[in-house]
Nanobody, 125 residues
Framework: QVQLVESGGGLVQSGGSLRLSCAASGSMLSIDAMGWYRQAPMKERELVATITSGGTTTYADSVKGRFTISRDNAKNTVYLQMNSVKSEDTAVYYC???????????????????WGQGTLVTVSS
């Protein structure tokens, strides 16, 4: 079973920095682009940033110039460096990816979407 485990969330002051990590574990044949999403209270989940295995990145306009996504392919880990954080960055941050893996009961590998459990980031003013 493939799992994503996030870490690094917590309380940070406005203007400060925080680094999130997300590690994929389990048996998998391949892992696709990895990304970060967030969901603030009473709001829908939104895309924050993505990165392909080749290093191509995309960002939401709201975080461009402040957040940086990176990954270590050898460790199947993705990072989100958050700088100059604002109160509106307060949310639960989720890691996401797609993997090819064998699943019990299936003869051929399956293409699966995997989500982490989420890590809370709170920005205080």
């Amino acid at each position: 079973q493939v799992q994503l485990v996030e870490s690094g969330g917590g309380l940070v002051q406005s203007g400060g920095s925080l680094r999130l990590s997300c590690a994929a574990s389990g048996s998998m044949l391949s892992i696709d682009a990895m990304g970060w999403y967030r969901q603030a209270p009473m709001k829908e989940r939104e895309l924050v940033a993505t990165i392909t295995s080749g290093g191509t990145t995309t960002y939401a306009d709201s975080v461009k110039g402040r957040f940086t996504i990176s990954r270590d392919n050898a460790k199947n880990t993705v990072y989100l460096q958050m700088n100059s954080v604002k109160s509106e960055d307060t949310a639960v941050y989720y890691c996401n990816t797609h993997v090819r893996a064998y699943v019990s009961g299936w003869l051929n590998p399956r293409y699966l979407e995997v989500w982490g459990q989420g890590t809370l980031v709170t920005v205080s003013s």
